[in-house]
């Protein structure tokens, strides 16, 4: 495969623009699963409630180490590609200590040509990701396909996303009493009132205004009743407060809390969901952060700060991997 470097960094040769996020769409949340709109108040949960006694806590980062140009020999004009990292890794936690259980890293070429090959740089591998409904040779639509360099990223994104599935999925030890824990949205594959999705930031504003306040008003340990966006009740959602709110002439009343996301099977009652939610609330705050250790406190739950760096330090320094990839690029280019 023949290839050359794009000159600037990826990060600048494809700016990644966000598509924007609709805040006003709330219609369509179903507030009185668990307790009716008017008696929406702060829940914490009984004194009695037991933590799990093991926390598994799964998180992934990506990398884009370089943007590059493909030469396909029966075309004009050379084709995009982005040559990526990608990792995963589960870390637990019980009153043993922490462990990181397993880790994985991968990295590949994404790219619609079709002289896509692996690039082989030092004793690192990227693998081709060609797309998943690839082009046919002589397909009309061929001729007129303008690749779009944004889909390339979604493409890492979906790759990382599968390679956290496939960590998560795990099963836990027979008769350990295990709370999964991803850091984002929970995964589909999530089994039932067994795992959670933690929702750092607030891209969405789900409760209606009027109960807004109590999700403003949590205290560390509290959480709101569940609320829902299915209309099947199998998704459900609340708010937990991590830490106690700074002051409020320092931060908003609502920065020490997320969003917490968990799955349940058509015949659960209402009863052990709430069971379930009381014993995350009363498991996930100990592994708050700290605003003088993390700038995401307390959201960054400490195990999976010290994940993420660990996984990034697996990815290799940019300074060091971007010098391999140009000097393949050469290699690939005879004079």
Known sequence: MRFRLDSWQSDYAFPYEPEPV????????????????????????????????????IDGVQASDAVIWINDPD?????????????AGVVSCSADGAALDRVV?????????RSLG????????????????????????????DPDPMALRERLGLARRRLEDRIGILPAPDGQDVLTVYDGLLHARSRPLAAVGL?????????????QGIQR????????????TDAQRRR??????????????????????????LSVAPDTTIGDVSAFADRVAATLPPFASEPHVDP??????????????????????PSVVRPLLASQAAESNPS
Request: proline fraction near 12%.
């Open 118 to 145: 692996p690039i082989i740089a030092g004793n690192l591998t990227w693998r081709p990701q060609a797309p998943e409904t690839p082009v046919e040779e002589g397909d009309a639509s061929d001729a007129i396909r």
């Open 296 to 317: 995401r406190a307390p959201q960054n739950l400490m195990p999976i700060r010290s994940l993420e760096r660990e996984l990034r330090r697996l990815l290799g320094r």
């Open 199 to 211: 929702a750092k930031r607030a891209h969405r504003t789900y409760l209606p205004e009027s109960l």
């Open 236 to 261: 459900l959602s609340f708010y937990l407060a991590l830490s106690d709110p700074l002051p409020p002439a320092v931060a908003d009343p609502g920065s020490c809390v997320a969003r917490i996301e």
């Open 22 to 57: 609709e805040v006003d769409a709330v219609d369509a949340v179903d507030v009185e699963v668990e307790a009716p709109a008017h008696d929406w108040a702060p829940i914490t949960p009984p004194a009695d409630t037991s933590p799990f006694a093991t926390v598994r806590f």
């Open 217 to 228: 008003q949590l205290t560390r340990g509290e959480r709101t009743p569940l609320f829902t």
């Open 75 to 87: 075309r004009d004009r050379p084709l995009p590609g982005l040559v990526a990292s990608w990792a």
């Open 105 to 113: 890293v991968e990295r590949g070429v994404f790219s619609d040509a």
